[in-house]
């Protein structure tokens, strides 16, 4: 396996022209050796010709605002406390949509946090325009149950018990700005800020 990633990462090395005089004849001389690394180049040669082609830019920003909001969690994550504070690892507002795709005005979202040694997932579906439905689950919970789940806002505040599974479900939130907290029988455990 490291062989073919080394044989790969020679020959992106090859056609980005990175390579010495000396590597790039020894490139030419395993990628003429046999059939088999001949059909590799060409495939690695297809791919890195489209990807060439290819506007990166709206994948680029979104990626560059996600690492942003992971650093900005990942900072305030690091402040001493009990309470382990969620870091943002996934959203798929920030994704951009694909060439000719027409973004919906409601759209269903996507989220996932890293709470200390928990992961939590979060899916977010429309109710109406201005609130939505949310399923989430609490994964890698060493519990036998006794997780509840807390929405505070300025104006609003919900709380839903969570299944065995560590599965929960508020069928309606309004937008708004809300701390969701976790916590295990009366003691709260990670908290996550999140934006609807």
Known sequence: MKKDIDRVDLMLDYLRGDLTAEQRRRAEGIIGGDP??????????????????????????????????????????????????????FDSMML??????????????????????MDLELSLYPVTTDSYELIGRVYELESDGGLSVRLKSRRHEFKEEADRF?????????????????????????????EL
């Open 166 to 194: 560590n599965l929960f479900r508020f069928v309606r939130v309004p937008i708004s700005n809300y701390a969701l907290d976790l916590i295990l029988h009366t003691k709260k455990i990670g908290t996550v800020a999140l």
């Open 36 to 89: 088999e690394s001949a059909g590799l180049f060409a495939t690695v040669e297809s791919l890195f010709t489209e990807g060439q082609k290819s506007d990166w830019r709206p994948l680029r920003d979104s990626t560059l605002k996600l690492a942003g909001r992971l650093f900005d969690d990942y900072q305030k994550s690091r402040k001493r406390t009990k309470i382990k504070r969620g870091i943002t690892i």
């Open 96 to 117: 951009p949509l694909p060439a000719g795709v027409r973004p919906a005005t409601v759209d269903t979202r996507r989220l996932k946090y890293k709470v200390g040694e």
